[in-house]
């Protein structure tokens, strides 16, 4: 299957090129196969007066994303926790907007990145764990128990969309990565355009609780939920193209991205039906 993103085409090609070096083409199953050779296969020589065998790259494998992506989840986890205890109420918010900021550098990094880096994407979890945990400790002090609510709810919905992926219910066909990726595009200008509004003391009413806001903050959800379909396909893929083991990194990086969103998402939305008791 051709793939349609094009960060992951990329990826592709780089993998390509490293088998071509001489590196070790995927066998059956994700297995690691024999080295490239341009002849029938022949046991590579080895011993005194022969080179090194050529190094050999294993191939990522769903388990590898799997075993990632709790990684970045756990380490997300520590950092939010963290900051929750450490960070006192007086430095919520400076934090709150720190961390937000470093970690939409460290994402743009990632995404646009042509290698896969692990130091990076250990970096992202961190800061954005500082990020959720600032968000969290902020809407609790309001609402008592919702986080635990919103966090119930988004690994609930990241389930049922990989049951719903798994079941073929919704295919991430070439149109739907595209309408889906300008969907996104769009939210994110609509956002980044209401932040600014917000910091000159204008309200859109895209984040006050009001019928516009529960209806964009529900937008916002679907699209996130949805987005999971994206990434499942691109590991998928990925496997499938033999991408090297280290790239599982990037795949993980793509759903924690997306629970992050799916949370804060969530979160915001309760908070509108919380009522001011």
Known sequence: MKTTNPVLARLGQAAERERAAGYAQP??????????????????????????????????????????????????????????????DALVGVAWIGAAVVGLALGLIISFSRMANPALVVAYSVVEGVFVGMVSKAFNSLYDGIVLQAVVASFGVFFLMAMIYKARIIRATPKFARIMVS?????????????????????????DGSPLAIGFSLVCIVVASLSFVLNFADIENGVRMGLPQRYSWTAAFGIVVGLVWLYIEILRLLSYFQGDD
């Not at 007066?49 to 388990?63: C, K, R, S």
């Not at 595009?185 to 309200?203: H, K, S």
């Open 27 to 88: 066998g059956p199953y994700g297995q690691p196969g024999y080295p490239q050779q341009s002849a029938p296969y022949q046991q590579y020589p080895t011993g005194a007066g022969y080179p090194a065998a050529p190094p050999t790259v294993t191939p990522m494998t769903l388990d590898d994303v799997v075993v990632k992506t709790v990684t970045l989840l756990a380490i997300l986890g520590a950092s939010a926790a963290a900051a929750w205890i450490l960070v006192p």
């Open 183 to 207: 969907i996104m595009v769009g939210l994110f200008a609509v956002m980044l355009i209401n932040l600014v509004f917000a910091l000159f003391g204008v309200n859109t009413g895209l984040r």
